[in-house]
């Protein structure tokens, strides 16, 4: 198994931004649609290469969602791009009605996601598209977690046929994936062997996964660290495999506690191999202005709190808390 | 760098043009001093909208109180281009909303004045959150819709929109409506500074011709320089003047403006859409904004 180690640090959309011209080569129906944000969200690389492949389609991301379903049902690949708040959530309906119900082939890119936007403040924080997204039907829904993975899940969106959709941040992240470090759509990584618990996270929280992995084995707890960028399609067998090995799960991602990662993975062990989990999220908040990393120190988006959450969830697996057994049995006990 | 912001404020009233202009030198120089403190923000958009911010608040055109900015009799503002907030702030410091010494937490944790406006930070004066482009103008009709077919009070709505804003096809879903109901207490102001981030708005997306667009939406359109006093006066002065009438028409005031006006290096540069100046730059635009 690779080991991984922190190689640099490098925002996910240079990922993005530079999938982007390496798709515009392989394939000429690639085009590229502009939402007035283009050096921000990287897309402006693909604009200097391929000038009459892309469209600026000004501050109109409704519009440019549409648009994009029409250039997908006349054979093209379309990619728009913005930040996640404005191309995920203020285009919500034209995502699920002209690009999912019809099935086109439109890939749509969320840049400045989460909390670590940082001071431009909760507008542009968005933290809640992951679990809008991962409810459409046909959709695709990545969520890479540095530079190079930003890079590979780019060009196997644009690769696949069908709707999708990748989320990626402004700021620098750790860098540790490699070129050899496999990346398949609906599939889940193992970074870190253990079956104590499973810390299972996606996009910046991976690393941090890492570090509270690393924290907990000075405590002779080996944690399971799970990178999960493919949110839909989901990989039911590495998380259902992680919850009978270690019975007991943390879930982190920079996202709102509630139906992301987290409900994704609440989902497929409840109906499989029910096991405690604690959620490492947003707590139903909005973001506020600040400096990045302070603000992932205030919303509780560290390896502190995995650490913490990793301990408070094998206490309850070995408490054998009551939710966990059957109603039945529950009912012996209060005679 | 040092930067310290003077305790003057100004009380709104009818003013001439020269104090006005003092007034809005004031505001820009707030701008540039929060955002060097801030190292991010908009620098351009809130330097080329300080005169419309001047008269607006200080000038007499909105009725509001300062020390009771819940006041029910009050005029309402709606930033519709949210990411302009440091000239609200500064603006609104400077007619003694709050101390001005605040201005210097522009964008930090926990602030009242967020990187975009945020109501849940209960800064005195935030009408909305804003920051999402195209949405603060249709909060802007129904709060107009309230006073004028519910409450049947005189008060006035008005909202300041960019002109790449104008490219989001829900504006134009509110200046529909706002014809449709006869809002002449609805004054909708558009930044024309012909900057966005990209580049020029035709290039990016062309919305012009915006004054034929606002006349066939079914407002009363005024074409004014968003730096002449006298132009900017008499537009707000024909605004009120038609809503006394009760012309049962809304108004649109198209401010031509420069980005970054008053700063010599910024002007009518787009690149300075969305950038603080650094410390250098700031002293530079402190000595020029005089
Ligand atoms: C719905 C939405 N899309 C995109 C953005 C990102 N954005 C912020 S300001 C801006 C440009 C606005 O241009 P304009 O209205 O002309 O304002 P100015 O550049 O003059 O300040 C963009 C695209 C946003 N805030 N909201």
Redo the contacts between chains.
């Keep these: 198994m690779e080991e991984y180690t922190l190689l640099g640090s490098k925002p996910t959309r240079h990922g993005f931004g530079e999938a982007l011209v390496v798709l515009g080569e392989r394939n000429e129906n690639i085009v590229v649609l502009?939402g007035?944000?283009?050096?921000?969200v990287m897309t402006s690389l693909f604009k200097d290469k391929f000038p009459d492949r892309f469209f600026?389609?000004?501050?109109?991301e409704?519009?440019a969602t549409t648009i994009a379903a029409g250039l997908a049902l006349s054979g093209k690949v379309p990619f728009f791009a913005s930040y996640g708040?404005?191309c995920a959530l203020?285009n919500a309906d034209q995502i699920r009605i002209s690009c999912c119900y019809n099935e086109a082939n439109v890939k749509i890119g969320g840049g400045h996601a989460g909390i670590s936007v940082?001071?431009?403040?909760?507008?542009?924080q968005v933290l809640e598209e992951v679990a809008y997204l991962r409810t459409l039907p046909h959709m695709t829904m990545l969520v890479p977690c540095d530079y190079l993975e930003a890079k590979k899940a780019t060009i196997a969106m644009g690769e696949m046929v069908g709707p999708a959709y990748i989320r990626f941040g402004r700021s620098p992240v750790p860098l540790y994936t490699t070129e050899t470090t496999p990346f398949e759509i609906g599939k889940a990584l193992v970074l870190r062997e253990g079956n104590d618990v499973a810390l299972i996270a996606c996009g910046a929280l991976v690393w941090e996964a890492m570090l509270a992995a690393q924290e907990l084995a000075k405590k002779g707890i080996q944690a399971r660290v799970i990178n999960n960028p493919s949110i839909k399609p989901f990989d039911v067998e590495t998380t259902v495999t992680a919850a009978r090995d270690c019975g007991a799960i943390v879930t982190a991602e920079e996202h709102q506690v509630h139906g992301g990662l987290g409900g994704a993975v609440a989902e497929v062990t409840a109906k499989n191999s029910p096991v405690p989990i604690e959620f490492v999220g947003v707590k139903d908040s909005?973001g506020?202005?600040?400096?990045p990393d302070?603000?992932m120190i205030?919303f509780g988006l560290t390896w502190k709190e995995i650490y913490a959450s990793a301990l408070k969830a094998m206490e309850r697996r070995d408490k054998g808390s009551v939710g966990f057994r059957r109603v039945k049995d529950v009912e012996q006990y209060i005679g | 760098m040092n930067v310290e912001f003077s305790d003057i404020t100004f009380e709104n009233r009818r003013r001439t043009a020269q104090e006005l202009t003092e007034i809005a030198t004031e505001i820009r120089r707030d701008i540039m001093k929060m955002l060097v403190l801030a190292k991010s923000g908009h620098s351009g958009g809130p330097l080329g909208a300080s005169d419309i911010f001047a008269a607006l608040y200080m000038g007499g055109v909105m009725r509001h109180h300062k020390d009771n900015p819940h006041w029910s009799g009050r005029d309402r503002f709606v930033l519709s281009a949210g990411h302009m907030c440091p000239v609200q702030y500064a603006a609104m410091a400077n007619a003694g909303f709050f101390p001005k010494q605040e201005l210097s937490t522009l964008r930090q944790y926990n602030t009242r004045l967020q990187g975009h406006p945020g109501r849940d930070m209960g800064l005195p004066g935030i009408e909305t959150s804003s920051g999402s482009l195209g949405q603060g103008i249709s909060i802007a009709v129904g709060m107009a819709m309230s006073d004028k077919l519910l409450d049947k009070t005189d008060h006035r709505v008005f909202s300041l929109t960019g002109d790449g804003e104008l490219q989001e096809g829900s504006v134009w879903e509110a200046a529909m409506s706002a014809a449709h109901f006869g809002l002449d207490n609805f004054c909708w102001i558009i930044d024309n500074n012909d900057c966005q981030i990209d580049g020029r708005i035709r290039e990016v997306m062309n919305v012009y011709p915006i004054d034929k667009k606002c006349e066939a939406f079914g407002f009363e359109t005024i074409v004014i320089d968003g730096h002449n006093f006298e132009e900017i006066m008499g537009a707000f002065d024909k605004f009120i003047e038609n809503n006394q009438k009760g012309t049962g028409k809304p108004t649109a005031i198209i401010a031509k403006t420069y980005m970054g006006r008053g700063v010599s290096f910024m002007e009518d540069n787009f690149k300075w859409h969305g950038n603080p100046p650094n410390e250098q730059q700031a002293e530079q635009a402190l000595e020029e904004l005089v």
């Design positions: 502009g007035d944000i283009t050096g921000s600026s389609i000004g501050i109109a409704q519009n708040a404005f203020r940082g001071p431009d403040g909760a507008t542009h909005f506020g202005s600040g400096d302070e603000l205030k």
